[in-house]
C-alpha cells in the first residue's frame, strides 16, 4: 500500500491486479508497469517522471491533475481514463486503446500519439504544443476551445468529429477528411 507524499524511484511493478485503488500525491520516477490490471483506479496530483507503461489495463481510472513527463503508453487499454487538468509532456501513447478519454484542460506538450484508438474521445480547452497524431482514430471525437493550428491529421480517421471552424482553422488534413469536415 503506498502513502500519500511517498516517492517510488526505480520500481518495476509486474502482473499486479489493484482496481478501484486511489493514489494522492504519489511520485514515480525511473519506474516500469508492466500487466498492471488497475481499472477505475483514481490518482489525484501523482507525478510519473521517465515512466513506461506496458500492457496495463487502466480502463475507466481517473488521473486527475496528474504530470506525466518522459512516459510511454505501449499496447495499454486506456478506455475512459479521465485525464482531466494533467499535464503531459515528452509523453509517447503507442498502440493504445484509448477510446472515450477526458483530457479537459490538460496541457499537452511534445506528446506522439500513434497508431491508438481515441474513438468518443473528449478535448476540451485543451493546450496543444509540438502534438503529433499518426494514424489516430478520432471518430466521433469532440474538440470544444482546443486549437489543432499546425497539428497534421491527415493519417487519422476523423469520421464524425464534432469541432467548430476555429479550432479547425490552420490544421493539416488530407482532401478526403475535408468531406467529412
Known amino acids: 500500500i503506498l502513502k500519500e507524499d511517498e516517492k ?4 518495476y511493478f509486474d502482473n499486479q491486479e489493484c482496481d478501484n485503488s ?12 508492466k500487466n498492471i490490471c488497475m ?9 510519473f517522471k521517465d515512466v513506461i507503461f506496458d500492457k496495463c489495463n487502466f480502463s475507466n481510472t481517473e488521473f486527475l491533475e496528474t504530470t506525466f513527463i518522459r512516459c510511454e503508453f ?8 479521465n485525464l482531466a487538468e494533467s499535464r503531459l509532456y515528452q509523453v509517447a501513447f503507442l498502440e ?32 496543444m504544443k509540438n502534438t ?8 466521433q471525437t469532440k474538440f470544444f476551445k482546443t486549437s489543432l493550428k499546425d497539428i497534421d491529421l ?7 468529429i464534432a469541432i467548430t471552424i476555429e479550432d ?12 467529412d469536415l
Request: hydrophobic fraction near 30%; proline fraction near 0%; aromatic fraction near 14%.
Open 8 to 11: 517510488l524511484d526505480y520500481y
Open 22 to 33: 486511489s493514489l494522492y500525491e504519489v511520485e514515480f520516477e525511473h519506474c516500469k508497469f
Open 39 to 47: 481499472q477505475k483506479g483514481r490518482l489525484e496530483k501523482c507525478t
Open 74 to 81: 505501449v499496447d495499454c487499454k486506456i478506455s475512459g481514463c
Open 96 to 127: 493504445n486503446n484509448g477510446s472515450y478519454m477526458n483530457f479537459s484542460m490538460t496541457s499537452i506538450e511534445n506528446v506522439l500519439l500513434k497508431d491508438t484508438g481515441l474513438k468518443n474521445s473528449y478535448f476540451q480547452e485543451v493546450n
Open 132 to 139: 503529433y497524431f499518426e494514424n489516430i482514430d478520432l471518430t
Open 154 to 160: 491527415s493519417s487519422s480517421q476523423i469520421e464524425g
Open 168 to 179: 479547425i482553422k490552420g490544421a493539416i488534413i488530407n482532401e478526403f477528411q475535408s468531406l
